[in-house]
């Protein structure tokens, strides 16, 4: 059954300033000082009654951020942070989701292009199906960044905000080499299996966090220290679809019945918490035990229930993706498109979208397991101890 999250009050309380009096008695208490100082005073406080101004109407601008979901936590908390940090800086702020449904994602932004928004913000469904919508976008002078997806097969997107996806993978393949200790293992003559759980093929991301994966895994895929019982170890073989839990919930029940009724297995390599409560369900309904002959299992996102699933045991752990840094990178896009500031960009390289290669700002994830989350998670603010202990 598809998750459901029910309890998220965006938190888009606008703590505007009070301007009455304020620039009054600042202005008054410049009047001592020498004429052009004065006069520069009397600027800034113009200029920062104005944007105080702004702030409390809203007229900074619009600006429609179109997201894939509500299905998965972290595009509840995506959206909860990009909307409270634009509106903080003054904009209003159109928050959409589509709910894995295409068709939808387009109208929404048809819609947004039609009210008027000065920006959008989009984190895909499909990321090519959009060209058409990009290009009316473009032809009303809207600039578009793509957020966290990147969007591909169009010259209409202005910057890239992300975290290092290949980096997701290589992260996940490094922390499977660690634990299983896969080059003691291949000394030792010592084999273990594993079943992939790849992304959604319509998501550039996915591809990415692949082949980092198997940048770090396939040697040992190739010398027979992993073994893949399945066969399938191809990105094409072991992709989901719109990353639904379902899938993988059905194939890890497959892949048990097919190709383990007479051994065990000890890894699934799962590029998201949603996998890895879809291989859970499965492994449970085969009898694994947690403490007994429960496998590694990875995840991305440290969403809330992989988190406490991490403390529980039944993931090993996920990829932990600071959505609060990544809207405030993606924010400072946004204002540098509607302000002509420049943002601050560290990757011109690695994303062609086919048609453009996307400046874009890359975060850094974090692995994350029951030994650092409490670092990680809970000392930066992300997850509160009493939610873990809900
Ligand atoms: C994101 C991941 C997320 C996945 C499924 C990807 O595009 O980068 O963080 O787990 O979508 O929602």
Known sequence: MKRRILSLILGTALSAAMLTGCGGSQTTATTAAPASEAKADV???????????AKATGSGGKVGVAMPTQSSERWINDGANMKKQLEALGYQVDLQYAEDDVQMQVSQIENMI??????????????????????????????????????????AVSYYATFDNKGVGTAIGQYIKDKKELDKAKA???????????????DNNALFLYNGLMEVLKPYL?????????????????????????????NCENYLTGFYADKKLDICASAFDGFAYGCKAALEGAGYKVGEDWPLIT??????????????????????????????KCVTMVQAVLQGAKPEINDTTQYNNGKIVV??????????????YKKVIVDGGYYTEAQLAQ
């Not at 928004?117 to 976008?137: F, G, W």
């Open 299 to 328: 995840g991305q996102d440290a969403e809330l229930m992989a988190t406490k699933n991490i403390i529980s045991g039944f993931q090993t752990m996920s990829i932990y993706k600071d959505t609060r840094l990544l809207a405030e």
């Open 43 to 53: 600027t800034t406080t113009a200029k920062e009654a104005a944007t105080e101004a």
């Open 188 to 202: 030792e003559g010592k084999s273990y299996t594993i079943e992939f759980f790849m992304g959604s093929p319509d």
């Open 114 to 155: 039609a009210s008027g928004v000065n920006c959008l913000v989009i984190a895909s469904i499909d990321s090519s199906a959009l060209v058409n919508v990009e290009v009316q976008a473009k032809n009303a002078g809207i600039p578009i960044i793509a957020y966290d997806r990147l969007l591909m097969d169009t010259d």
């Open 359 to 372: 400046p874009s700002y890359l975060c850094t994830p974090v692995a994350v397991d029951k030994d650092n």
């Open 222 to 250: 190739d010398d027979g220290t992993l073994v893949c019982e399945s066969g399938r170890t191809s990105f094409e073989d072991t992709c989901i679809l719109r990353w639904s839990q379902e899938t993988a919930q059905q």
